[in-house]
């Protein structure tokens, strides 16, 4: 028998979640990256998509080697920015490369090296509660943020540090509130009189299902439960906080959990394929038990944050908001990546503020845990049919989607592959790419983690992501716990 379901978010907060998601086309694919492969524009920089420019920023890094300095996403050229050092023109080869690949390249004066230097300096002379520095490949300096709680000699010390550093190699600010975890009493997952957010499903080392959440919420209580004074669902197994990350990993305490790897924004669920390293300049998505859907971009990596209980490092720095309870949260982006687990930072979500994130690549190194458990992204338990629609479809009438993501649709483990052209592979299961919804059919390709699949004689026709947010996000048709919704 499986636990309760992680209850959804108010109406308030789906509402407000899935007017962002609309503003911001989450949910449809991007056109798929480079300009037309004409001879002329053959060494043009290529327009490309977020998740896209991420891979390539770590496939010219081991290709640049000691040259390569940083890199960003420039969201409005749709384009990714290489830095480089120690090169001596267009010829050389280095950026030759770089150019070939379709990156945008300049010559910066700051090398990794220098610039982890100067984070070291900071660390020894600077290390001060509510202060943070990362590294911003933009500006190809370190970004360093005072909250306010940093005053008088406090600021002294740290202006003297960062001026010290010498004009080229760090910048300074302040911000209006105040560092903090952000952890809180309410509703979402609890656990020793605290409220945090679950951040996305994983399998741990030995296969049982678990999640990732923050080390501080991991370090303040061993069992959480997904209602208040509700029977404990996971034990915490691993937890990071303070020291080099702010992570937890949480197992179920049921083995025959069913843990989809997706997150649910409310009206919707977004199918999560793969864990993915944040490149500056990436719009980038949070949800949180609090506060509901919020967006935002990366500022900046390898963020040192100093908390009143201890220094953080390895951070993400955004601009994303976020408030108490929703600490562990996901970060993610529109093609269905992990990027972050919520840790803290100032401010709310009516003035905005600097929120830092626990990298999810780090999280599931560290942990020996991958992401997803099972792989079905939607699937169905003890009879019943669940026809999800992932997205969110439009009531009535027929509406083609295409997806983007891996899976696609087709039968395998026994049957015939009926594939849907958008995929590579359905998994165990059967995946219809389509899913019904009231009024008529909805047709699409799938654009998650094999969008769905079919377990204990239920079968669920999931239309992955891509379809246009409106009613819902399909029909769930009786059954013991059609799907357990973990976010």
């Known amino acids: 028998m499986s636990h309760k379901r992680i209850p959804k978010r108010k109406a308030a907060i789906a509402v407000g979640g899935v007017a962002a998601l609309g503003a911001a086309a989450l949910l449809l694919p991007n056109a798929n990256a480079s300009q037309d492969g004409n001879n002329a524009a053959a060494a043009a ?21 000691d040259a390569f300095a940083g890199s960003y996403y420039d969201d409005g050229q749709k384009q990714l920015v290489v830095n480089v050092v120690d ?9 030759v490369q770089a150019k ?46 005072a909250d306010s709680t940093v005053t008088g000699g406090k600021w002294d010390r740290l202006e003297s540090t960062v001026n010290s550093l010498g004009a080229n190699m760090a910048t300074i600010k302040k911000s209006a509130g105040t560092f903090k975890t952000f952890v809180s009493g309410g509703d979402a997952i609890f656990g020793g009189g605290a409220r945090c957010s679950l951040g996305f499903n994983v399998t741990a080392g030995d296969g049982s299902p678990a999640f990732l959440t923050a080390g501080h919420c991991g370090v303040a209580a061993e069992q959480w439960s997904d209602s208040e004074n509700g029977a404990p669902i996971g034990t915490v197994d691993q937890a990071v906080f303070p020291g080099e990350g702010d ?3 949480v197992k179920y305490d049921d083995a025959a959990t069913q843990a989809p790897s997706e997150v649910n924004v409310g009206q919707q669920k977004v199918a999560i394929t793969e864990a993915a390293e944040a490149t500056v300049g990436t719009e980038v998505f949070r949800m949180g038990s609090t506060t509901g859907l919020s967006n935002g971009q990366v500022l900046g990596l390898d963020a040192t944050v100093n908390y009143p209980e201890g220094t953080v490092t390895g951070l993400i720095q955004t601009n994303v908001c976020a408030e108490p309870g929703d600490s562990g949260g ?49 699937g169905q338990e003890a009879g019943g049919q669940d026809n999800g629609a992932g997205a969110g479809q439009e009531a009535g009438g027929e509406q083609a989607g295409q997806g983007a993501g891996e899976q696609g649709a087709g039968q395998e483990a026994g049957g015939q592959d009926n594939g849907a052209g958008a995929g590579e592979e359905a998994g165990a299961g059967q995946d219809a790419g389509a899913g019904q919804e009231a009024g008529g059919e909805q047709a699409g390709q799938g654009a998650g983690e094999q969008g769905a699949g079919q377990e204990a004689g239920g079968q669920d026709n999931g239309a992955g992501a891509g379809e246009e ?8 048709q009786n059954g013991a716990n059609g799907q357990n919704d973990k976010h």
């Open 45 to 65: 920089p290529r327009t490309l998509k977020a998740s896209d420019a991420s891979d390539l920023a770590s496939q010219l890094e081991k290709l640049l080697g």
């Open 87 to 95: 090169v001596s023109g267009d010829d050389n080869n280095v950026i």
């Open 100 to 145: 070939k690949a379709g990156a945008q390249v300049r010559q910066v004066e700051n090398s990794p090296a220098e610039l982890k230097a100067a984070s070291q300096t900071l660390k020894a002379k600077a290390t001060i509660p509510g202060t943070s520095w990362a590294v911003d490949p933009k500006t190809n300096k370190i970004l360093v943020t």
């Open 247 to 249: 992570f937890a990993l």
């Open 330 to 378: 996901s970060l993610f982006t529109q093609d269905g990546q992990a990027i972050g687990l919520t840790s803290g930072g100032s401010g709310d979500c009516t003035v905005g503020g600097e929120t830092f994130f626990q990298p999810v690549t780090t999280a599931l190194e560290a942990t020996g845990a991958t992401l997803g458990a099972g792989g079905a992204g939607a």
């Open 469 to 476: 947010a409106g009613a819902g996000a399909g029909n769930d």
